[in-house]
């Protein structure tokens, strides 16, 4: 992905924007043999793999801020009523 700059964001997915872009040119070839295209597919079951790694390890954490500031708001909704 060399056109734009990644946001921090993006940049934990940099590697699948790269791999999309060779995918896209791949997916433009004419011709293509089926030994080229099952390496190509090994990679990419390979690197869906790791993306799946990542969008869980993303969900987990995600989860955990959630719940922290979930356990926050209860105690401040306590002390409130402290008073």
């Known amino acids: ?3 734009k700059t990644l946001d921090e964001t993006e940049q934990t997915f940099a590697d ?5 872009e060779r995918i896209k040119k791949i ?9 080229e295209l099952i ?3 090994n990679i990419l079951a390979e690197k869906y ?5 990542n969008a869980v390890r993303i969900a987990k954490n995600g ?7 979930i356990k926050y708001k ?6 409130r009523n402290v008073d």
């Open 16 to 20: 699948d924007f790269e791999f999309l």
């Open 39 to 41: 390496l190509e597919y």
């Open 1 to 3: 992905m060399t056109e």
């Open 27 to 35: 997916k433009s070839k004419k011709d293509i043999d089926m030994i």
């Open 49 to 53: 793999g790791k993306l799946l790694k």
């Open 63 to 69: 989860d955990k801020a959630q719940k922290k500031l």
């Open 74 to 79: 209860d105690l401040m909704d306590t002390m």
